[in-house]
């Protein structure tokens, strides 16, 4: 274990806040007196409507809730670790975080995370769970038990703009089935338009690694073995799915665009055919969109006839604090965010999946919203298929990631030679694991 690992692990424990069997606490049966929670949350870190939405539920839950205070403290997702590290070091309380799901390994062996298993009643756990996808619950769980409870989720959807579609001579109510279509449609746009074919959230400085392990998976293969020992970015099937990235950038219709902004201000502003992201941008889509052209949305494209396996982008909540009366006020916090309420804000106002996917058709929460905004049908109708963005385990997580997804950046937009590169960063990942 690295020094880094090791400081935060000891000041988390200065603090009670790692989760061992024998600290394990019942969270307390209710907020009988004023106590204060400090909330990590990277959407209050956002711009527009992340930051805004969520302020509106801690506002209201404040409301409902005058025992509880919640102290929102907005971090981007990129310095999370790092400054969660440096506040738990600092002994600066920490209560409740809002946590990519890649971090979910190291939050439980570094960060104190509870179990809510081991906090909340069996009953009140089994009634609160009732009703949400069970797709969306497994999104938190490790070794069997709930860490995390899904927050803000969504699947890959392809945008595209239907005005470039009809201009390249295209259907546009049949957009792209799979990779080859994609590579098809998109050289009919760029020679007919002028316009770039396709873009994607897969690479970039911002993109960590959910999508791409969707891409592998979606051509059968995984990104790391399922007992978590062994990595598997270079097999046979991942060196494949690479292959077709790099031979859509060889052919023109992939630019190595990594920006995620330029990536956004293209598509809003039609000049990009099609654009494979999270549904999360939505929002920013339709704004740039309205009035402009046609936007439409479809899902992942498929390897041929294989099955589509996305994984999900998006957070976590994980409660980190051993206090048993913070642990009762996080635990109403996170019920009021995962709430049919909840869920109706998150999804109208910042463009995530509902985890509670009975509120879709319920007029009284999203039935009417859905029926107006047809592109987010493609992000529910893949929540049935989905599947858990899988973190890597160890102190070097990050640096495992980063090692992966460096190689199929590289192998993607460089002339080397794709398996070869992916087996080098491979193995050299591999030393880097637990």
């Known amino acids: 274990m690295r020094l880094l690992s090791l400081v935060a692990a000891a000041s988390a424990a200065a603090l009670g806040l790692v989760a061992l069997p ?50 929102g403290v907005g971090v981007g997702s990129a310095d999370f670790s790092a400054r969660i590290q440096a506040d738990i070091a600092a002994r600066r309380p920490i209560d409740l975080i809002q946590l990519v799901f ?72 049949k ?5 080859a279509d994609l ?79 330029a990536q956004m201000e293209g598509m809003a502003s ?8 999270t549904s999360a941008i939505q929002a920013f889509l339709v704004k740039g969109a309205t009035g402009k052209f046609d936007l439409r949305a479809s899902t992942m494209p498929a390897f041929g006839d294989k099955p589509v396996r996305p994984n999900n982008s998006g957070s976590a909540l994980v409660i980190v604090t051993a206090d048993p009366l913070k642990q009762r006020a996080a635990w109403e916090l996170m019920k009021f965010l995962t709430s049919k309420h909840g869920y109706t804000v998150i999804t109208s106002e910042i463009g995530y999946l509902p985890l509670r996917t009975d509120i879709v058709n319920d007029p009284a929460y999203l039935g009417d919203w859905v029926k107006a905004h047809p592109l987010v049908e493609p992000n529910l109708k893949q929540l049935s298929v989905l599947e858990p963005w899988d973190p890597m385990p160890g102190p070097n997580y990050r640096q495992i990631a980063k090692l992966m997804m460096d190689a199929a950046e590289t192998a993607t937009f460089s002339n080397v030679d794709v398996a070869g590169t992916l087996k080098s960063a491979q193995d050299q990942a591999q030393a880097l694991m637990p």
């Open 22 to 71: 024998a600290l394990a606490q019942t969270a307390a049966p209710t907020v009988d007196k004023p106590v204060t929670i400090t909330f990590y949350d990277y959407n209050l870190a956002s711009a527009g409507n992340g930051a805004d939405a969520t302020k509106k539920l801690i506002s209201e839950f404040e409301a409902a809730n005058p025992n509880v205070k919640v102290n």
């Open 102 to 173: 890649s971090d979910l390994d190291y939050a439980v062996h570094n960060y104190g995370a509870q179990a809510l298993e081991d906090m909340i009643p069996a009953d009140e756990l089994k009634a609160d769970f009732a009703g949400m996808s069970p797709n969306g619950l497994k999104l938190g769980v490790m070794d069997g038990k709930t860490y995390g409870l899904a927050f803000t989720f969504s699947t890959p959807v392809l945008f595209y703009n239907a005005d470039l579609f009809k201009a390249a001579g295209l259907d546009p109510s």
């Open 175 to 179: 957009p792209p089935a799979t990779w």
């Open 183 to 261: 590579k098809t449609d998109a050289l009919a746009i760029q020679q007919k338009t002028g316009k770039t074919g396709f873009t994607s959230g897969i690479y970039g400085p911002t993109a960590g690694d959910w999508l791409f392990q969707g891409v592998i998976r979606s051509n059968g293969g995984e990104v790391i073995s399922r007992d978590r020992k062994t990595l598997a970015f270079a097999s046979p099937e991942a060196i494949a799915a690479v292959q077709t990235m790099r031979d859509l950038h060889d052919a023109g219709v992939m630019p190595e665009m990594l920006d995620i902004n």
């Open 270 to 277: 039609g000049n990009v055919g099609m654009y494979l992201q």
